[in-house]
């Protein structure tokens, strides 16, 4: 796929295809001043036919052909002006890197001299390997071939096994297979024969020999171990490893969680065994609610149950344990054999999400510590924009400056934007003289990106009347946002992606699906679908990332975290992905509304990865393709009946000890060498009867692409066709009549798709991992202002309400298979339920004013012993809080945010979630959201002051004015009525209060800075001036209050 192949606009349903040339701006090219070499200042000659002779086609530098010679043969083989590689003329001598070419010349065979001893080296290494490998069956090249292209899937048998590739090694495919390995070595002789026990014999004494040699027993020469054994030793160390907690931890708060389950359902009994029945509406009420409290309570808790941690050993990546044997996956001099990652990242509205957020991400994803060639970015633009093309366009020039910088020096973050920012000494470990400098001509050069990014994004704000025009005056494609055909441009890639000193970058892909009226297009999870399809074609990497616009790379080895987990040979298979944290830098210092959401990254999501693993969020996630294809994990080998010897306990008879189905690579019991897989049967079985285009759609190179599980593009396959078919797959009807949505990548029917995604993956038996590096693996922005965070929250919880009441509802969904783990049921149950728990919340915050202003309670009056069950549950609530703060390492202020948080969310975005969600399932009415803003304010935490009246502001604001006005009217009557009023009005103001604390951050955020009160908060405070004076009439404290007889008909003065 070449870089400069342009932008590719195409439909696949009205047979168009179109290459549009010349878009990008023109690089500066130098003043061709005659036909004098700009090198050594001679004349530059002409060719054979009599024309110019020209080195560089692509920006004509006049260089003489001897000094391109030279270049090629002695230099660095680029065009000192656009640094690219220059291209083998006619008649010059081939150089190693050269690409093939169908023309030959008398110099076509200079390196054969080279090329036969390579052929003999490798000829040699791979008899070495045969001997090394005994037992192991062959694994040469010789007999691999590339699956066919299925030209037509319809109800055509498909036979025999496909090879699966394994890595790329100079851009040739280099494939591996495991199919009809011998697992145990062939016998040179019967067993049992004397010849046979010789060479048995033979054989163990010179292992032995061997062994005592290397350990200095025989006296050997110390010269004489093999290096490598430390590798060796080193290689068969696991990738990573679970951290369990502390016992002295986890013990204490197991035990804490029995004992408030315990006191709850005591506290609950008498409850409901003493009403009140002067205020029964009251105690039903809240009797009510603290039975679903109690229940959300058991959902949230008890998936906590096994919390983990755990760590990687990055240095173990480089080897690799198969047989006993140690392979290197990094080697010096040499292909790196790293799985292929490919890397998605999403964007709609430029003008909500700025480009330059974006350009951030991507250069930090380019700048990544990866091999180069492992690595394919794709940007997916949903709303056509031509101003995210042509910022990404920027972008990648700038990366070709901003790539090899962050490499050389090895900085931290490699996002331009927050690596300038950081106030912290920059020469700290920096040892290179020339660092200062080069990072002086940096930033000054990332300070003009900024602005060429800022001028386009002010030129956007007024689209013309005729639409965007490009570079060589043709329409942009996509000026009719809903009505456009799909766009592909590959602005880096390996034919043409270089940086400034001529190394080679990564994959930078454009993409933009075809969207038409009348069709469904699913928001987010259509696109990344389509993301999906088309980057199996261009790339098919094993491995996905997918990160959101705003959310870059803050430690450039986190993909080589995941590989940790997902190319480990013991648990790797069964991963279907490898979710990280979100951390988000900038956030006030207090956390006012609990943006940092750490009590669910840091607690809920470790005692998930100790069950059946965590929940996809969304973003800073690593996906296995293959699990997003929706194939089920590879089985191990069954557990071999119990064999029964006949005694009375038993009460059987023996049975024989074998197997009904194997597993990859694993012999059978009964000494069958054919070693017979059962993954590869279960395939061959689902190949053979499955409709290839009812599952994955009618894209031959696509579905070929699904069978290869280690990912690759077929050698065959021209540039040419591969677009052709990245339009098909993006195309807007593709997935009529597919599987897409429904079993198949990203799942439909709820806005909250990562939840669902990552639902059905556990389903089918995947497990996930949660990984916590000790620097944050990514980072990203969150809506600090009040009014965007309740947004946020509600679009969260509208989802959960959507997967409630759809067919993948995890209280009905997913019983059959019995893969999904019941504490791992209980989390998503939760993530399902949670808005609901906004009724009760609204209806038990409001019970303290109305008891306030009543002069009833919820409980009636109280004895000594019955008080114990009120003690013991705040004892066992607070226990609880402070020895999950213990063994998770969050601090007090983050969950006393999240608890106050958990309150304001839940009376007004929940709440509107909840109505939302059951008008869309009962009256078919549909909400929209919008996309949260991610600009900044140019002032330090400006946005947090920022007041955007909405409507969610209407119940937590309501429920602080009947709060505050039941607390003066409670203290009033008390203070007229004396000192026996005051004992009851202790357990309403203490009920009061506590709503009152947990809404205090709602209540800064409602007055907003000192001297800017808006001016729908001096409405408000009229309407509570108003409703307490009238209130105060009603009461009328300072009119004295008796129990005593009727002074006017006794007579009496008293």
């Given at each position: ?486 766009m592909i441009q590959v602005f880096l890639g390996h034919s043409g992606g270089l940086d400034a000193e001529g190394n080679e970058l990564p994959r930078l892909v454009y993409v933009s699906r075809e969207k038409r009226p009348g069709f469904q297009h699913h928001k987010k999870a259509g696109a990344m679908n389509a993301l999906v399809r088309v980057s199996a074609v261009l790339t098919n990497a094993p491995f996905m990332l997918n990160l959101d616009c705003d959310h870059y790379i803050n430690n450039s080895k986190a993909a080589r975290e995941a590989m940790c987990f997902l190319m480990d040979p013991q648990i790797g298979r069964k991963v279907c992905y490898v979710q990280f944290p979100q951390r988000f830098d900038g956030i006030d210092r207090n956390d006012r509304y609990a943006n940092r959401n750490t009590v669910f990254f840091d607690i809920n999501m470790k005692g998930l990865d100790g069950v059946q693993g965590p929940v996809y969020v969304g973003t800073g996630c690593v996906f296995r ?140 038996g995947w497990r996930s991992i949660y990984c916590m590096p000790q620097r944050p693996a990514f980072k990203g922005s969150a809506p600090i202002n009040l009014s965007d965070r309740l947004n946020q929250v509600l679009r969260w919880a509208l989802g959960s309400v959507e997967i409630f009441f759809s067919r993948h509802s995890p209280v009905l969904y997913g019983y059959k298979g019995g893969n999904l783990k019941w504490l791992e049921r209980f989390a998503y149950i939760n993530t399902t339920v949670y808005p609901f728990t906004s009724l009760a919340l609204l209806a038990y915050c409001t019970l303290p004013a109305v008891c306030l202003l009543t002069g009833k309670f919820i409980m009636p009056t109280i004895s000594t012993f019955a008080s114990l069950f009120f003690i013991s549950l705040f004892i066992s609530i607070f226990a609880t809080g402070i020895l999950e703060l213990r063994w998770s390492g969050v601090s007090i202020e983050e969950w006393w945010r999240n608890e106050q948080f958990w ?152």
């Open positions: 796929m070449e870089a400069s192949a342009g932008l590719v606009a195409g439909s696949h349903n009205r047979n168009e295809l179109v290459v549009i040339h010349g878009h990008e701006e023109p690089k500066p090219l130098k003043a061709l001043n005659g036909q004098v070499c700009e090198i050594c200042g001679d004349e530059i000659g002409v060719t054979a036919e009599g024309d110019l002779f020209v080195a560089c086609n692509e920006c004509g530098f006049p260089v003489c052909r001897p000094c391109y010679e030279y270049e090629r043969r002695e230099g660095t083989q680029m065009c000192p002006q656009c640094k690219t590689r220059y291209k083998r003329l006619k008649g010059s001598p081939r150089v190693e890197g050269d690409e093939d070419e169908e023309d030959i010349d008398d110099l076509e065979h200079e390196f054969n001299l080279e090329d036969e001893q390579k052929k003999q080296k490798h000829l040699t290494e791979a008899m070495l390997y045969g001997k090394m490998s005994y037992g192991r069956g062959p694994e040469d090249d010789d007999n691999i071939q590339i699956p066919p292209i299925i030209t037509n899937a319809r109800s055509r048998p498909v036979s025999g096994e496909f090879p699966l590739p394994n890595h790329h090694l100079h851009g040739e495919q280099v494939l591996s297979t495991s199919l009809h390995k011998r697992v145990h070595p062939y016998p040179l002789s019967e067993p049992g024969s004397v010849r046979w026990d010789q060479n048995k014999e033979a054989g163990w004494k010179d292992r032995m020999d061997e062994w005592k040699s290397k350990q200095g027993i025989l006296g050997g020469d110390p010269d004489d171990i093999d290096p490598d054994m430390p590798i060796m030793d080193e290689a068969r160390q696991p990738l990573s490893r679970k951290v369990p907690i502390a016992s002295s931890k986890i013990n204490p708060y197991r035990m804490i969680i029995v004992i408030r389950l315990v006191v709850l359902g005591f506290f609950l009994r008498y409850r409901i065994l003493n009403p009140v029945h002067d205020a029964i509406g009251l105690w039903l009420t809240s009797i009510i609610c603290e039975i679903w409290f109690a229940f959300s309570w058991i959902l949230d808790q008890f998936p906590k149950w096994f919390p983990i941690d755990r760590e990687t050993y990055l240095d173990r990546l480089s080897l690799r344990i198969a047989c006993f044997r140690a392979y290197r996956y990094e080697r010096e001099g040499e292909p790196s054999m790293l799985c292929p990652v490919d890397i998605f990242v999403s964007t709609v509205d430029p003008l909500k999400e700025p480009p330059l957020v974006t350009a951030n991400t991507v250069l930090s994803i380019l700048a990544m510590d990866y091999p180069v060639d492992k690595i394919s970015c794709y940007v997916s633009d949903d709303g056509a924009s031509m101003l995210t093309f042509e910022s990404l366009s920027e972008t990648a020039e700038f990366a070709r400056k901003w790539v090899p910088f962050c490499k050389k020096f090895n900085i931290e973050p490699r996002a331009p934007e927050m690596y300038f920012s950081l106030k912290v000494d920059y020469l700290k470990d920096k040892v290179q003289p020339t660092f200062v400098k080069e990072r002086r001509a940096m930033k000054r050069e990332y300070e003009e990106f900024k602005v060429r990014i800022n001028a386009m994004v002010a030129k956007a704000i007024k689209v013309p009347p005729e639409g965007w025009i490009m570079q060589d005056g043709t329409p942009w494609p996509g000026n009719n946002t809903r009505d456009h055909p799909g393709r293959q699990a997003l294809y929706g194939y089920d994990p590879p089985k191990g080998p069954k557990r071999p009946k119990m064999a029964s010897c006949g005694c009375c306990p038993c009460f059987g008879r023996r049975k024989k000890l074998k197997y009904s189905k194997h597993s990859k690579g694993e012999p059978s019991i009964n000494g069958d060498a054919s070693g017979a897989s059962f993954q590869d049967d279960d395939k061959e079985l689902l190949m053979s009867q499955m409709n290839f285009e009812k599952k994955f759609g009618q894209s031959a190179a696509f579905v070929t692409s699904t069978l290869m599980e280690q990912g690759g593009v077929p050698p065959s396959s021209s540039p040419a066709a591969l677009l052709k078919e990245a339009i098909h797959v993006i195309s807007c009807g593709y997935e009529d009549k597919t599987e897409w949505g429904l079993e198949l990548g990203w799942i439909y029917g709820s806005i909250t798709e990562d939840i669902l995604t990552g639902f059905k993956m556990h389903c089918r309150v304001i969310g839940g009376v007004s975005a929940h709440l509107f979630a909840v109505v939302q969600g059951l008008l869309k399932v009962l009256a078919g009415i549909d909400t929209n959201f919008t996309v949260t803003s991610k600009a900044s304010d140019d002032e330090d935490f400006g946005e947090l002051y920022a007041f955007k009246w909405t409507t969610l502001l209407i119940p937590p604001t309501t429920l602080l004015i009947i709060n505050l006005v039941g607390v003066v009217a409670g203290i009033s009557d008390a203070i007229n009525n004396g000192y026996q009023s005051w004992g009851p009005l202790f357990g309403k103001l203490f009920f009061a209060f506590w709503v009152i604390l947990h809404l205090y951050p709602f209540l800064k955020g409602l007055m907003g800075r000192q001297n800017r009160t808006p001016t729908i908060v001096v409405i408000w405070s009229v309407l509570l001036a108003s409703i307490f004076s009238l209130l105060w009439v009603r009461i009328d404290p300072f009119v004295l209050k008796t129990k005593g007889p009727d002074v006017k008909q006794c007579g009496i003065n008293c």
